[in-house]
């Protein structure tokens, strides 16, 4: 199973972006469903998580970004406001089935999307 997010591209500092995740073959009942970046030079990091115990969001995007679910795929959404340069990056979806596993650590999630780049300019 795989997923392939998209909606990214370039924005101006505080504008807005939603970022979708698709399935790109059978689809699961996933437990946990969650957003990670990767800025260049840097690791991978979480973002957002919905899981069935709650939201989980970074301290850095608390308040800005929002995780939801996309009923129709399955799959999460992330709707980006007030982005900031420090915001650049790949954006990754990912989900497991499992309820073991922390909700922010990116080895914890068995199925990934190729991500999608999202630049912000000043």
């Known amino acids: 199973v795989q997923l392939q997010a998209s909606g990214g591209g370039l924005v101006q500092a505080g504008g807005s972006l939603g970022l979708s995740c698709a399935p790109t073959g059978r689809t699961f009942a996933y437990n946990f469903m969650g957003w990670f970046r990767q800025a260049p030079g840097k690791e991978r990091e979480f973002v957002a998580a919905l899981t069935r115990y709650g939201r989980y969001y970074a301290p850095s995007v608390k308040g800005r970004f929002t995780i939801s679910r996309d009923n129709a795929k399955n799959t999460p959404y992330l709707q980006l406001n007030s982005l900031n340069t420090e915001d650049t990056a790949v954006y990754y979806c990912?989900?497991?089935?499992?309820?073991?596993?922390?909700?922010?650590?990116?080895?914890?999630?068995?199925?990934w999307g190729q991500g999608t780049l999202v630049t912000v300019s000043s």
């Open positions: 990912a989900a497991r089935t499992r309820n073991s596993g922390s909700y922010y650590v990116p080895a914890d999630y068995d199925y």
